[in-house]
């Protein structure tokens, strides 16, 4: 029941949808994440979720469960009803035969089909709208369907593990394992969020990764300029939903057939080298919202080089390597001019045990 203690009613309730919405991440793709909560009395008497593409939404779950009494309550919403035809029907629909009075919500669908048109229709059935609660919040929860339907193309998040002077190895080139087991695991739980997990090809050849994510079945995605993947490497144990990127010279090499039905895409290579933006592209169209890229260095750096990062996660351990023959953790072209360098917004840093995760955002 809300209080006042110092939160508006709307930002309370709103706070609630919001961790309703979040309970589902990384499972409702290619939808947004919603959460509704039904207000009557300054009490919650309904609550809902999007479980999943294709189940029913967040405002028809909780109107469900809400029934009769939804009649003259108010509903939150962190996004803005749909008003189309999708695999389920439109939610204001629902909202107006449900006698629904308000409706709070964060912010407006960016997808074309509904923005600003579901507000219009619920004014126009005479039900009083609020937007802009806690809109900052909401964003950065479906940052990934906001780059999606505005820029036609996956999210994309790096993440990289190093010491504290930035080196990705020793001396001799051995990485395992700089940081401890704690971070190792919170790593793995990151791929969960994402649709796809990325690497290239020598990073699968000299690490021999599984790149699995616990209960959840993504797609693997390894970008192998020279074909040279093969059949008996850890990526092909599990869950064969793999894309492998190879050289379109070698696309007569047939290769693909004994790759236990991995899907491979021939590109042009420069000098070795895809154009990520053309990677990226491909990978939307087979609907892959968002991209997980672990690494290597020169597979990182390709993706800063072509400004076509989102996201970065930085495990830090506290260690110092040291020497000329150790890597450093991102490679690729780089800068010539230190005020040219990828700048970064740090969001925030965690503390895990004796290591650290930093998540930031590249300054626009």
């Known amino acids: 029941m809300w209080r006042d203690s110092g939160k508006s009613k709307d930002e309370f309730f709103m706070?609630?949808?919001?961790?309703?919405?979040?309970?589902?991440?990384?499972?409702?793709?290619?939808?947004?994440?919603?959460?509704?909560?039904?207000?009557?009395?300054?009490?919650?008497i309904a609550q809902g979720f999007h479980k999943k593409a294709g189940m029913p939404h967040a405002e028809a779950e909780a109107l469900k469960e809400a029934g009769r009494k939804a009649r003259g309550a108010c509903l939150y919403v962190n996004l803005e009803p749909c008003c189309h035809f999708g695999r389920t029907p439109p939610c204001v629909d629902k909202i107006i035969s449900s006698g629904i009075k308000r409706v709070v919500m964060s912010v407006l669908d960016p997808n074309p089909l509904v923005?600003?048109?579901?507000?219009?229709?619920?004014?126009?059935?005479?039900?009083?709208?609020?937007?802009?609660?806690?809109?900052?919040?909401?964003k950065?929860?479906?940052?990934?369907?906001?780059?999606?339907?505005?820029?036609?193309?996956?999210?994309?998040?790096?993440?990289?593990?190093?010491?504290?002077?930035?080196?990705?190895?020793?001396?001799?080139?051995?990485?395992?394992?700089i940081t401890s087991l704690t971070a190792r695991r919170s790593a793995k739980h990151l791929r969960q969020i994402y649709d796809a997990?990325?690497?290239?090809i020598n990073t699968v050849l000299k690490d021999n990764p599984h790149l699995d994510a616990p209960g959840k079945v993504m797609s693997k995605i390894i970008l192998d300029p020279h074909f040279r993947i093969e059949r008996n490497l850890n990526i092909f144990r599990k869950y064969r939903k793999i894309i492998v990127f190879a050289g379109e010279k070698y696309k007569n090499v047939r290769k693909e057939k004994k790759l236990a039905g991995a899907?491979?895409?021939?590109?042009?290579?420069?000098?070795?080298?895809?154009s990520i933006k053309q990677i990226l592209s491909r990978l939307y169209s087979r609907q892959i919202t968002s991209v997980f890229v672990e690494g290597g260095a020169e597979t990182l750096g390709r993706f800063f080089d072509a400004e076509c990062v989102d996201k970065v996660y930085i495990f830090a351990a506290s260690k110092i390597i040291g020497g000329k023959n150790a890597l450093?953790?991102?490679?690729?072209?780089?800068?010539s001019d230190v005020n040219k360098a990828f700048d970064l917004n740090i969001e925030k840093v965690e503390s895990l045990g004796r290591d650290f995760l930093i998540t930031a955002y590249p300054k626009k």
């Open 197 to 200: 997990v990325l690497v290239g």
């Open 15 to 44: 706070q609630k949808a919001l961790a309703l919405a979040i309970k589902a991440q990384g499972k409702t793709s290619p939808n947004p994440l919603v959460g509704a909560v039904v207000e009557k009395g300054g009490r919650v």
């Open 263 to 274: 899907e491979v895409i021939y590109l042009k290579a420069k000098n070795g080298i895809f």
């Open 328 to 335: 450093c953790s991102v490679a690729g072209r780089g800068v």
């Open 140 to 177: 950065k929860l479906n940052e990934v369907f906001f780059k999606n339907m505005r820029r036609h193309l996956p999210f994309t998040a790096v993440k990289f593990a190093q010491s504290l002077d930035g080196r990705l190895t020793d001396n001799r080139g051995n990485s395992k394992w």
């Open 115 to 138: 923005y600003g048109r579901s507000v219009k229709i619920l004014r126009k059935h005479n039900i009083e709208v609020r937007t802009g609660v806690l809109a900052g919040q909401a």
